[in-house]
């Protein structure tokens, strides 16, 4: 059974930076692309960023390229969302996830989630 564990979450001023971090069940997680998705409060989940396991090809929702950087330690089973100039619109539980396709499209793990705030 493979786990996802994010942390990272917090509260933080408009303009600010929060990384969060997902660790993975290490037998297959070099395998899979890992992504980020997120849900805020009366919306539905919407993908945020990915990144593919062999190439290393990443992808990113419109509204946060730029500002957000996908990244994954293979050996450390961790795939890092570094998030900068943060936005009132970046509220909300952040989720990791883990496809076996080359991309993501439909994920095989989710994690339990990580709240990010945003204030003003």
């Known amino acids: 059974q493979v786990q996802l564990v994010e942390s990272g979450g917090g509260l933080v001023q408009a303009g600010g930076s929060l990384r969060l971090s997902c660790a993975a069940s290490?037998?297959?997680?070099?395998?899979?692309?890992m992504g980020w998705f997120r849900q805020a409060p009366g919306k539905e989940r919407e993908f945020v960023a990915s990144?593919?396991?062999?190439?290393?090809?990443?992808n990113y929702l419109h509204s946060v390229k730029g500002r957000f950087t996908i990244s994954r330690d293979n050996a450390a089973s961790t795939v890092y969302l570094q998030m900068n100039s943060l936005k009132l619109e970046d509220t909300a539980v952040y989720y990791c996830?883990?496809?076996?396709?080359?991309?993501?499209?439909?994920?095989?793990?989710w994690g339990k989630g990580t709240l990010v705030t945003v204030s003003s």
């Open positions: 996830a883990a496809d076996s396709g080359l991309v993501m499209s439909s994920p095989d793990y």
């Open positions: 990144i593919s396991w062999g190439s290393g090809n990443t």
């Open positions: 290490g037998r297959i997680f070099s395998t899979y692309t």
